[in-house]
């Protein structure tokens, strides 16, 4: 290597949702071999179930009368104004651009008989800008794409992937990160790097219901929390208003928006379409206000369903197989006490899940966080482009976008370089006194009652005090380190709640009027570090703990 010449930069991408594929092919367009690093089988992830879309402003939304605005006004209404403005100019801007970039990898989005693109509505859009591929399957045909796409760069020896792998610390090193530990077929290994980006998508398993696949365990979170990186907008989880009851259909999963975008409406076990008299939107309304809805139904004691027939004969016989054909598939086989679900002829009975983190690892546009070194996109981090609420689809182009951009800026700058926190109220989490421990049922009951779709002062309180006073134990290393994550994100979570006394978004509180602070914090965002004490500690349980 000539003098003044640098040492390639070394990559790890830990996730290969399509957060970390995207970021993958971006490296390697970039003259960088990166490793990729999943804790399953690539591409495994929250990606795949995707059943929306993709929004984008394109030259063909456009020409139906969409517009970059429009995108952008959508964004920041549904996040009820605690959207960062930037960033959702950024993202909104960037579709169009995302959207060529996918078609290079062999990305087929659906198109009709003219060759335009199909371009659907959903929750809280004014205009129609939703891409799909395959009907309902998008998330998965899009990781498929993606995953062919660096299947052949490792072929051709341009990027590297370790599978089975799940990430355990990231190591630090004069007070940047340099690689990460992790654990493979039950041994511990170190990868060394230049830089590391998270990518490892949500924490749906905090929850007893959750629309998340089971490695969904705030991985990313507890890696950059343990690393000294800051969390922001924990308070803010969504729930899916439309979960097929899990109590009676276990593996059924989510049914899309798109459904309610084409027409389906929702009603109570006496027939009674409740949406209209809750918002002008009505079934269509933001998650949020959807989610509580159903939720409230259900806490008087009704059951609720989605009633698409009236679709199905509108639009004709065979059209909401042929528009969702993965969802149809999905509702076919739930064949418990029957013979299957059909949307064309049956009640499909739904209820609020745990669905998406709008808050995380604190990040700017470029990926980066508050740690040197250390870069973070997908649901994993928190660039405050979803605000207080995401906006349906939104979540594929936030991935794509920032992680593409968290590359570039790796490639292109200093290795100290780190993102500005000074829009933030800082807060520090107090170091925990176990005295019992904690499982994963106990968790996740704990969370589902006390975090879920209504909060209050009482209920927070009794859940800060649970967190402080216990520890995680898990019966083998992977489960613990899993374990281990989601009891800090439920901590983190926990403390944003009970900071923000006002409902906004999805953070609703029951109490808001009794907890009312005489400061008001409309437009503050929290942001939370653990205690120094915690940092890096692979000891956190006492001995008696682990006996």
Avoid at 416 to 445: F, H, K, W, Y
Wanted: aromatic share 4%.
């Amino acid at each position: 290597m000539s003098q003044g010449q640098q040492e390639p930069k070394m990559l790890v991408i830990v996730g290969s949702g399509v957060a970390g594929l995207c970021a993958a092919l971006q490296a390697v367009e970039l003259g960088i071999q990166p490793v990729l690093l999943t804790k399953g089988n690539l591409g495994d992830s929250n990606s795949e179930l995707a059943q929306g879309g993709l929004s984008a402003v394109t030259g063909a939304s456009m020409a139906q009368g969409d517009s970059v605005s429009k995108h952008v006004a959508d964004t920041l209404k549904a996040g009820a104004g605690h959207c960062g403005v930037g960033p959702v100019e950024h993202l909104c801007t960037s579709g169009d651009e995302l959207v060529q970039a996918l078609e290079s990898y062999a990305v087929a989005f659906d198109r009709d008989a003219d060759g335009a693109y199909q371009l659907g509505l959903e929750a809280a859009h004014s205009a129609h800008r939703i891409l799909h591929i395959n009907g309902d399957a998008t998330g998965a045909s899009l990781v498929q794409s993606l995953v062919g796409a660096v299947r052949q760069l490792e072929t051709a020896k341009k990027l590297s992937i370790i599978e089975d792998a799940l990430a355990t610390e990231l190591q630090l090193q004069d007070g940047r990160v340099s690689g990460v530990h992790y654990l493979r077929h039950d041994a511990m290994q170190l990868l060394s790097s230049s830089a590391v980006l998270l990518a490892t998508g949500g924490l749906g398993q905090l929850y007893s219901a959750t629309t998340n696949p089971r490695g969904a365990t705030a991985d990313g979170l507890g890696l950059a929390a343990r690393a000294g990186a800051v969390i922001a907008d924990a308070e803010f989880v969504q729930f899916h208003p439309t979960l097929v009851d899990p109590a009676r259909y276990p593996e059924a999963g989510m049914v899309s928006e798109a459904v309610r975008g084409e027409g389906a409406i929702l009603v109570n076990d006496a027939g009674q379409r409740f949406m209209p008299g809750i918002h002008p939107d009505a079934e269509l309304a933001p998650r949020d206000v959807v989610a509580r809805s159903i939720h409230e139904q259900i806490q008087a004691g009704h059951q609720v369903y989605l009633d698409a027939r009236a679709v199905e004969e509108t639009r004709g016989a065979g059209f909401l197989a042929r528009r969702f054909p993965s969802i149809t598939a999905k509702l076919a086989n739930c064949t418990v006490g029957g013979a299957g679900l059909d949307m064309a002829h049956d009640l499909i009975p739904v209820v609020a899940a745990q669905h998406y983190f709008m808050g995380g690892i604190y990040t700017d546009t470029s990926g980066r966080t508050s740690v040197p070194g250390l870069y973070a996109a997908g649901e994993c981090a928190n660039t405050t482009v979803h605000g207080a609420n995401r906006l349906a689809s939104n979540s594929l182009l936030e991935a794509m976008v920032f992680a593409r951009n968290a590359v570039a800026a790796m490639a292109g700058e200093a290795s100290d370089t780190r993102c500005d926190i000074s829009g933030l109220v800082v807060r520090a989490i107090s170091a925990p006194t176990p005295q019992a421990p904690l499982d994963l049922e106990q968790l996740q009951t704990a969370a589902s009652s006390k975090l879920g779709v209504y909060r209050t002062g009482v209920q927070l309180e009794e859940m800060v005090q649970l967190l402080a006073t216990s520890a995680p134990v898990a019966a083998t290393a992977r489960e613990q380190s899993e374990l281990r994550n989601l009891w800090i994100a439920a901590r983190i979570i926990a403390a944003g709640s009970m900071a923000r006394n006002k409902s906004l978004g999805a953070h609703h509180r029951l109490d808001s009027t009794e907890f009312t602070s005489s400061q008001p914090d409309e437009g503050v965002r929290y942001g939370w570090a653990l205690h120094p004490s915690e940092l890096d500690n692979e000891n956190l349980l006492s001995k008696e703990l682990n006996a």
